[in-house]
């Protein structure tokens, strides 16, 4: 396992510093080293109190580590005075670190200083040289350049002028460039520049992005990935972080640097409980309540975003009688009709997960009313012309005006068709065996 070591202050609310890199080091499936520069009192809301370790203590952390332990890569963050900064490069240099990722960090989100002004020159004199890639954003990067960014023709003049300071390999995080459209960044890497997009997500200021994008960055290098593949990688990771990220106490949002994680088991759940759902499914015979164009059941991840969160069944459900059939193994992202269904659902009430189509009739759903379920439905025979000529987009329209008239979101939402259109009943659930049970109930109550 590659071995990756932070160089950085402590921030006892998890966003950034050493346990943010830390936390960004287990994603990437490095194992994570720290050294710690400076004890912070910090949380969402900003900075109260700084003390900065002896720089002697400082050297003596790396020492142990490094006396030890072959070090793979080496990021360093918040390293605020001149004399941590000298015995910092003391230790770079006397280890031979080959990949040292300097995130020249000056100031927290909310403008508490994080590098004194004297120790400025000694970063660019002594750190710098030494790295194989800074990381400074928009603000660090004027500071460092004297050029004001605007745009990304300002970024690029920034990068020429800080290439100057002798470093080998830049990319400017243009995450706080207020331009509209994706979020550029844009590497050098001392034969031309490349630009890294992604979708700005307008979440507000989020604590701890930079250190993470340098922290992914740095454990992509340990693993041999090639610069701008480790800095696609951490694009990547970074979007993901903050498209997921958490709101833990009174100020900013938090980086989930462990959404991917967390993501994949619950994928697994989620899985099997699909599964269980169709195993209730195909005992009770459900084979009547099958629409001519069969049927196909979706359920959400907590926070579904996109088509690629939600599971159903490649090949749907498919009436054999008085029985079910389906062909293959519920997965991800196999259904664009069943996974529109249930974004537009959980738009409406995020805990309402999981729907099935079944067949229209006038007794099903007088079945459902005798049940007591909550009922709505929409008439398509009153959808725009605007939307009728964008496909896909009729059954989100004709959900999203049921969930509206309705007041809240209801077990069940049907139409009566249309022309070439087959009526259709999407029974709605918490989660997939909770609804497969309801689907039962209305089997029971239609057919006994």
Same mark, same amino acid.
């Given at each position: 396992?590659?071995?990756?070591?932070?160089i950085a202050g402590s921030d006892p609310c998890g966003g950034a510093g050493i346990q943010g890199d830390l936390k960004t080091f287990a994603r990437f499936g490095v194992y994570g080293l720290s050294v710690i520069t400076s004890i912070t009192a910090q949380n969402t809301v900003g900075v109260q109190t700084i003390h900065d370790l002896p720089p002697d203590l400082v050297g003596s952390q790396i020492d142990s580590i490094a006396r030890?332990?072959?070090?793979?890569?080496?990021?360093?963050?918040?390293?605020?005075?001149?004399?941590?900064?000298?015995?910092?490069?003391?230790?770079?240099?006397?280890?031979?670190?080959?990949? %040292?990722?300097?995130?020249?960090?000056?100031?927290?989100?909310?403008?508490?200083?994080?590098?004194?002004?004297?120790?400025?020159?000694?970063?660019?004199?002594?750190?710098?040289? %030494?790295?194989?890639?800074?990381?400074?954003?928009?603000?660090?990067?004027?500071?460092?350049?004297?050029?004001?960014?605007?745009?990304?023709?300002?970024?690029?003049?920034?990068?020429?002028?800080?290439?100057?300071?002798?470093?080998?390999?830049?990319?400017?995080?243009?995450?706080?460039?207020?331009?509209?459209?994706?979020?550029?960044?844009?590497?050098?890497?001392?034969?031309?520049?490349?630009?890294?997009?992604?979708?700005?997500?307008?979440?507000?200021?989020?604590?701890?992005?930079?250190?993470?994008?340098?922290?992914?960055?740095?454990?992509?290098?340990?693993?041999?990935?090639?610069?701008?593949?480790?800095?696609?990688?951490?694009?990547?990771?970074?979007?993901?972080?903050?498209?997921?990220? %958490?709101?833990?106490?009174?100020? %900013?949002?938090?980086?989930?640097?462990?959404?991917?994680?967390?993501?994949?088991?619950?994928?697994?759940?989620?899985?099997?409980?699909?599964?269980?759902?169709?195993?209730?499914?195909?005992?009770?015979?459900?084979?009547?309540?099958?629409?001519?164009?069969?049927?196909?059941?979706?359920?959400?991840?907590?926070?579904?975003?996109?088509?690629?969160?939600?599971?159903?069944?490649?090949?749907?459900?498919?009436?054999?009688?008085?029985?079910?059939?389906?062909?293959?193994?519920?997965?991800?992202?196999?259904?664009?009709?069943?996974?529109?269904?249930?974004?537009?659902?959980?738009?409406?009430?995020?805990?309402?997960?999981?729907?099935?189509?079944?067949?229209?009739?006038?007794?099903?759903?007088?079945?459902?009313?005798?049940?007591g379920m909550g009922i709505a439905q929409f008439d398509r025979r009153d959808e725009p012309e605007e939307v009728r000529s964008e496909e896909g987009q009729s059954l989100e329209w004709g959900i999203n005006k049921a969930i509206k008239e309705f007041g809240s979101v209801p077990e069940i939402i049907y139409d009566k068709g249309g022309m070439g259109k087959e009526g259709m009943i999407r029974v709605i659930g918490d989660d997939p065996?909770?609804?497969?049970?309801?689907?039962?109930?209305?089997?029971?109550?239609?057919?006994?």
């Amino acid at each position: 396992m590659k071995k990756v070591l932070t160089i950085a202050g402590s921030d006892p609310c998890g966003g950034a510093g050493i346990q943010g890199d830390l936390k960004t080091f287990a994603r990437f499936g490095v194992y994570g080293l720290s050294v710690i520069t400076s004890i912070t009192a910090q949380n969402t809301v900003g900075v109260q109190t700084i003390h900065d370790l002896p720089p002697d203590l400082v050297g003596s952390q790396i020492d142990s580590i490094a006396r030890d332990i072959n070090i793979d890569a080496v990021k360093t963050g918040m390293i605020s005075n001149s004399g941590i900064i000298e015995k910092v490069s003391e230790c770079i240099l006397a280890y031979s670190i080959q990949y %040292l990722v300097v995130d020249p960090v000056m100031y927290a989100k909310d403008g508490t200083p994080l590098l004194q002004p004297e120790a400025r020159e000694r970063l660019i004199k002594r750190l710098f040289p %030494l790295s194989y890639l800074i990381t400074p954003n928009i603000p660090e990067a004027e500071a460092l350049s004297g050029i004001k960014i605007k745009d990304i023709g300002d970024m690029k003049r920034a990068i020429k002028k800080i290439k100057g300071m002798g470093v080998n390999n830049i990319i400017i995080k243009g995450g706080h460039l207020n331009l509209k459209g994706d979020a550029v960044d844009i590497l050098y890497d001392g034969n031309g520049y490349t630009p890294y997009r992604s979708e700005r997500i307008e979440t507000g200021d989020i604590h701890g992005t930079g250190c993470t994008f340098a922290a992914a960055i740095t454990a992509g290098l340990a693993q041999d990935m090639g610069l701008k593949e480790a800095v696609r990688s951490a694009k990547e990771f970074i979007t993901t972080a903050i498209q997921h990220s %958490l709101s833990i106490g009174k100020g %900013l949002k938090i980086s989930d640097h462990l959404f991917s994680l967390y993501r994949d088991r619950e994928r697994y759940i989620l899985l099997k409980r699909v599964e269980e759902a169709i195993k209730l499914l195909e005992k009770g015979e459900i084979g009547p309540l099958i629409p001519e164009v069969q049927s196909n059941l979706g359920a959400g991840l907590t926070s579904a975003y996109s088509i690629n969160d939600v599971i159903g069944i490649p090949g749907r459900i498919i009436r054999y009688g008085k029985d079910i059939r389906t062909l293959s193994r519920p997965d991800f992202g196999v259904s664009r009709h069943i996974g529109r269904t249930v974004l537009t659902v959980m738009r409406h009430d995020p805990t309402k997960r999981a729907v099935m189509n079944i067949r229209y009739s006038d007794e099903i759903i007088d079945a459902c009313r005798r049940l007591g379920m909550g009922i709505a439905q929409f008439d398509r025979r009153d959808e725009p012309e605007e939307v009728r000529s964008e496909e896909g987009q009729s059954l989100e329209w004709g959900i999203n005006k049921a969930i509206k008239e309705f007041g809240s979101v209801p077990e069940i939402i049907y139409d009566k068709g249309g022309m070439g259109k087959e009526g259709m009943i999407r029974v709605i659930g918490d989660d997939p065996i909770e609804l497969s049970l309801k689907i039962l109930k209305i089997k029971g109550e239609v057919i006994g």
